[in-house]
């Protein structure tokens, strides 16, 4: 069985600027998550998704954030603009579960972004 | 508030030493699920073990073991006879079954030594 895909795994770009990453989850996994991991620290959910639609995106900074999960499946997560405080590991995880509690999660490799 | 709490944020051991990694959590829920995940210098998150909170048997896996006590509301994982190959970050983990998420800990960084 494949695993949670992403990419890039890494990226360098400058302040201000723009970069989209893309995650393909385990198949059949119903629900998607973004998480941020800063280096020294535990990964920090930014959004969930069930299946198409968003279940929890408290903690995404909506003025410069923003993701998409089209027809249930893959997901892109966009930074527009970047600052220096993004940099970080963008984690991608799915579960096939959709009911309250997470019994299991699969993560992929994650993106490294440097912005410099 | 923070719900995973990992005291340690290091440990180096020789290799064939037992490890043992803190974590203390917090809820108010019943029913709730703990796990533990291994980070290696890849970067990949990797399933360790999980217990849910009705459930506090503790197991042996392999080299892995833990124990998961509710009164004190910790769920600590050792690792026997440490190898080189277990050098990584590790993370405790929590889901509560009202919530849809996994709240992580700060992590302890395992370093084992030959």
């Not at chain 1, 997560?77 to 959709?98: F, M």
């Not at chain 1, 019994?103 to 993106?111: D, M, N, P, R, W």
């Not at chain 2, 073990?49 to 006590?69: C, T």
């Amino acid at each position: 069985e494949a695993g949670v895909a992403q990419s890039p795994r890494y990226k360098i770009i400058e302040k201000r600027q723009s970069v989209a990453f893309w995650c393909n989850p385990i198949s059949g996994h119903a629900t998607l998550y973004w998480y941020q991991q800063i280096l020294g620290q535990g990964p920090k959910l930014l959004i969930q998704f069930q299946n198409n639609g968003v279940v929890d995106d408290s903690q995404l900074p909506k003025d410069r954030f923003s993701a998409e999960r089209l027809k249930g499946v893959d997901s892109t997560l966009k930074i527009q603009p970047a600052k220096l405080e993004d940099s970080a590991v963008y984690l991608c995880a799915s579960s096939p579960g959709t009911g309250g509690g997470v019994t299991e999660a699969f993560f992929g490799q994650g993106t490294r972004l440097t912005v410099v | 508030a923070q719900k995973v709490t990992q005291a340690q944020t290091e440990i180096s051991v020789v290799e064939k030493e037992d490890v043992t990694l803190d974590c203390v959590y917090e809820t108010r829920d019943t029913t709730y699920y703990l796990f533990w995940y291994k980070q290696p210098p890849s970067g990949e998150l990797v399933f360790l073990i999980r217990r849910n909170s009705f459930d506090e048997q503790n197991e042996i896996s392999g080299r892995y073991s833990w124990n998961f006590q509710k009164s004190t509301s910790s769920f600590n994982f050792t690792i026997t006879a440490s190898q080189v190959v277990d050098s990584a970050v590790y993370f405790c983990a929590l889901s509560e079954v009202n919530d849809y998420k996994l709240s992580f800990g700060a992590g302890t960084t395992v370093t084992v030594r030959a």
